[in-house]
Nanobody, 129 residues
């Protein structure tokens, strides 16, 4: 099973920027990846996803125009550049890969949370006002 580990979280002032990274390891196979986030008392929510090729991306409405997801196959890494951060972006962010039953060619916009099967432990992003 693919394993993922997040890095890059921390404390930043509202309006600032932060880049999250996710390194994947394990069996060699093609898979889409995504970012989700969760705040205390709320369900985990989708943030962004990217297809295996990187040519297809999808974003939650609340991050469109502010966050950019990308991946680097040479480093087995997915990143998310977060700009114009808002206090409401404070959350634990999770990296995930889709299950091996999901087609590698599936467009990012068609992926659902249930399609993701390998999750990182999460990393805290805190915004100060």
């Amino acid at each position: 099973q693919v394993q993922v580990r997040e890095s890059g979280g921390g404390l930043v002032e509202a309006g600032g920027s932060l880049t999250l990274s996710c390194v994947a390891s394990g069996p060699s196979r093609r898979y889409a990846m995504g970012w989700f986030r969760q705040t205390p008392g709320k369900e985990r929510e989708f943030v962004a996803s990217i297809s295996w090729s990187g040519g297809s991306t999808n974003y939650a409405d609340f991050v469109k125009g502010r966050f950019t997801i990308s991946r680097d196959h040479s480093k087995n890494t997915m990143s998310m550049q977060m700009n114009r951060l808002e206090v409401e972006d404070t959350a634990v962010y999770f990296c995930a890969t889709v299950r091996d039953t999901v087609s590698p060619g599936a467009p990012a916009r068609e992926l659902k949370e249930a399609d993701f099967g390998s999750w990182g432990q999460g990393i805290q992003v805190t915004l100060s006002s």
